[in-house]
């Protein structure tokens, strides 16, 4: 029997998380020659898309650039068979790129990362485990993903309810059969959009619990036939290219034109075209004063209304669904397949929280104002801690043992959302502050990923062994993000990007909106100019 030789304990990195960011840090750790540990809570690789197993959880980027670019051989091995790709061919995805490129030894699944401490003497991290291992490391590489930190809204009552309940970020892996079943989804943003049409098909009775009317522009997924796929491959170096420079890292931008500056017949026109295509394109490739001007806004949001009253039968119900008071676009644009189409089935109902608020869940179901609604299974669609929540939960403390959330009490402070003053040697894979979430979450990944490497490239060459952001570069950044967010109309409306919908959490609105293409630009001048606002040692 040959000895299992035993894991190093002082490592070069440690890697939290085994999604897009953490599978393609590794890889870059292998091929570099850095020793590493990686760790993943989950029982494999995956990130959003190994917990995401909700009925028709999709991407809403289209396969061809939701996926890496790394390598080129990969690109053109890998055939989607779908305009967007749906969970279980994502997950395969990853799944393959980990087999491919012998990743997956790298990591120890099922393992949590419980603390992460700076120890200043030494210039290392050390970490700990669930398992309790230590392991002492010069770089924590955090690959935690946006939206990973479910949500489970404190409605009193949950303990007594006899039925199942699920959130859609922590599906069960054997699915959930709701054949025959009387459910409950509560919230309906991307997560409830995508799921409520599936369950409905399935559910003997769906009651949908709304509390926000969404927007919502339809995704028209379909499948890829072969000339297409054969076009994409070829031409897939240039669209990755545009995706590289472009507003949202999709191989689309704004257009040249502003919506209360066209001839009106032409704007529906456009909206019209863009619609019947699918897709963000009708949002983020339309005129580029819609998420800055109100009025121009009102035209867009006025049309997915009236979209929506032609599709609901039921005025009463169509009333209820119709978004006001908040410009569309501020909440993250959801992409749907059939979603207001199924408020005229039969088996599905909707309540209106803002009229009968949820005041407990019972045994048999959940008391609004008005009456218990009987369930056998409720489905928390209640969406995530985003951003920060990832991080400030791994118990990271830098130097003179502050934590993350100590340090964001009044919201994220970074440099370019990659890292944070007082924790010298911790890379965030799209931290707050970077585009992350208001891009192609592939682009963004690989963009910050290979912008760590080479900093950490530079570092070695130089023979330094810790960075971090100086104090002044960290203020103007985070003054600059908010900057640019308050010329947009986002910091209007109560949206997770703004942290809203935690109770307690600061109201700052935590991603950078300044362009993906203008942030890319911006992180290679920072690395052009010797890493400008960093300080090393
Ligand atoms: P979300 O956008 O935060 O939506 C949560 C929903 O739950 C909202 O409708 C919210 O209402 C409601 N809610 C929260 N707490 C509630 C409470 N106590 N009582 C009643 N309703 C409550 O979460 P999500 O749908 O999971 O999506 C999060 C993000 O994940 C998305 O925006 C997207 O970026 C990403 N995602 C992406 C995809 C994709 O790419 N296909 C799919 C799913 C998710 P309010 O609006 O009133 O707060």
Request: charged fraction near 25%; hydrophobic fraction near 40%.
């Amino acid at each position: 029997m040959s000895a299992v030789r035993p894991a190093p304990q002082e490592v070069d990195a440690v890697v939290i998380g085994a999604g897009f960011a953490g599978l393609y840090t590794v890889y870059r750790l292998k091929q570099m020659g850095l020793t590493h540990r990686a760790f993943e809570r989950g029982g494999g690789v995956g990130g959003t898309w190994y917990w995401n197993r909700y009925p028709g959880a999709s991407s809403d980027s289209e396969s061809w650039v939701y996926s890496f670019t790394f390598s080129r051989e990969l690109e053109q091995e890998w055939t989607w068979s779908r305009r967007f790709p749906e969970q279980p061919e994502i997950l395969s995805y990853l799944e393959h790129v980990a087999e491919r490129f012998d990743l997956k030894p790298s990591f120890a699944f099922n393992t949590r990362v419980t603390g992460a401490a700076y120890d200043e003497a030494t210039a290392r991290w050390h970490v700990e485990t669930e398992h309790g291992e230590q392991i002492s490391a010069r770089f924590l590489i955090t690959a935690v993903g946006c939206l990973s930190a479910a949500q489970v809204p404190k409605i009193p009552g949950l303990g007594q309810f006899k039925g199942a309940w699920y959130h859609t970020g922590e599906w069960p892996h054997e699915g959930v059969d709701f054949t025959g079943k009387r459910v409950g989804v509560i919230g309906t943003g991307s997560s409830g959009i995508q799921s409520i049409p599936v369950i409905a098909k399935q559910a003997s009775h769906l009651t949908v619990f709304q509390r926000t009317p969404n927007f919502s522009v339809p995704a028209r997924n379909r499948a890829l036939s072969r000339e297409e796929v054969e076009t994409l491959k070829r031409n897939i170096r240039e669209i990755r290219e545009t995706c590289r420079w472009s507003s949202i890292g999709q191989p689309y931008d704004w257009k040249d034109a502003e919506a209360l500056k066209v001839d009106q017949a032409a704007l529906r026109r456009q909206f019209e075209a863009d619609w019947e295509k699918g897709g963000f394109e009708w949002m983020f490739g339309s005129f580029r004063d819609l998420l800055v001007d109100p009025q121009a806004n009102a035209l867009a949001a006025d049309f997915v209304r009236e979209k929506i009253q032609a599709v609901v039968k039921d005025p009463e119900v169509a009333r209820k669904l119709t978004p006001s008071g908040y410009p569309i676009g501020t909440k993250r644009l959801p992409l749907d397949a059939g979603y207001f189409e199924t408020f005229n089935r039969d088996n599905v109902s909707l309540v209106d929280l803002r009229e009968t608020p949820i005041e407990e869940i019972v045994a048999t179901g959940i008391r609004t104002r008005e009456r218990v609604h009987e369930l056998d299974a409720i489905v928390f669609a209640t969406g995530f801690d985003a951003l920060t929540g990832p991080l400030t939960r791994v118990g990271i403390r830098g130097r003179g043992g502050e934590t993350l959330a100590a340090k964001w009490t009044a919201g994220p402070q970074t440099y370019l959302g990659v890292c944070t003053r007082g924790f010298p040697n911790l890379f965030m894979v799209t931290g707050p502050g970077s585009p992350s979430v208001l891009g192609n979450m592939p682009t963004s990944i690989e963009q910050h990923v290979d912008w760590i490497f080479d900093c950490i490239t530079h570092m070695r060459e130089l023979g330094q062994s810790t960075i971090e952001p100086t104090a002044e570069a960290e203020a103007a950044w985070v003054a600059h993000v908010k900057e640019l967010a308050d010329a947009t109309l986002f910091p209007h409306t109560d949206s997770w990007y703004m942290g809203a919908n935690i109770p307690g959490k600061p109201r700052v609105f935590m991603p950078y909106i300044g362009g993906f293409g203008t942030y890319r630009q911006l992180c290679a001048e920072v690395a052009e100019k010797g890493y400008e606002g960093f300080s090393f040692a």
